[in-house]
């Protein structure tokens, strides 16, 4: 296992199941921190997920059809492809969700990811420069009974945050593909 840190620490376990969320670039008001010193690092990504949930401030890219689908077919790919097993997603208006395990290190795979998806969705939205934030969210997912409760985090979010009424009718997510499948 190797630990790397950029402004997050970020657990590099491939063959792990890990919790990972990444959102748009701009999509948190600026300047917004959460001192260290008051939250620990759950209580920190809750908030910063409350606030992205709200979705008040920034892009919300991710709400137009053609570029949810961009992401949702690259997750699906980089599964086919081999790079990881995919448990559990939602492309959210402004920020993704997902629960896999991948098969190389976290960061190439974040970078299988958000590097394509980046590119096609500029060029769909007619725009250039920053899509996504740097900085990733993840926490490796250590027993069964943890998977399962963030695999529910994840396919609930969209009913919680008031944009479907049951999660298998929110059209980004795993919880709507295993229902059609």
């Not at 792990?16 to 990444?22: K, L, S």
Request: some cysteine; proline content about 6%; hydrophobic content about 40%.
């Amino acid at each position: 296992m190797r630990i790397h840190r950029r402004r997050l620490p970020h657990c590099d376990a491939p063959g792990c199941p890990v919790f990972v969320t990444w959102r748009l670039h701009g999509s948190l008001p600026p300047g917004r921190r959460f001192e260290s010193e008051n939250l620990t690092s759950g209580q920190a990504f809750v908030t910063w997920d409350r606030l992205l949930d709200k979705a008040q401030t920034g892009p919300l890219y991710l709400r137009r059809a053609e570029v949810a689908r961009i992401i949702q077919d690259q997750l699906i790919q980089v599964a086919a492809d081999g790079w990881c097993t995919l448990g559990a997603y939602v492309i959210m208006p402004n920020h993704v969700h997902v629960v896999w395990m991948p098969h190389v290190s976290l960061s190439e795979l974040i970078r299988k990811v958000k590097g394509p998806t980046a590119l096609l969705a500029n060029r769909s939205l007619g725009l250039s420069g920053k899509f996504w934030q740097d900085e990733y969210f993840d926490r490796q997912v250590r027993t069964e009974q943890e998977y399962r409760r963030i695999v529910d985090y994840i396919e609930w979010n969209p009913v919680k945050a008031g944009l479907a009424a049951v999660p298998e009718r929110f059209l980004w997510s795993s919880a709507h593909e295993a229902k059609q499948g």
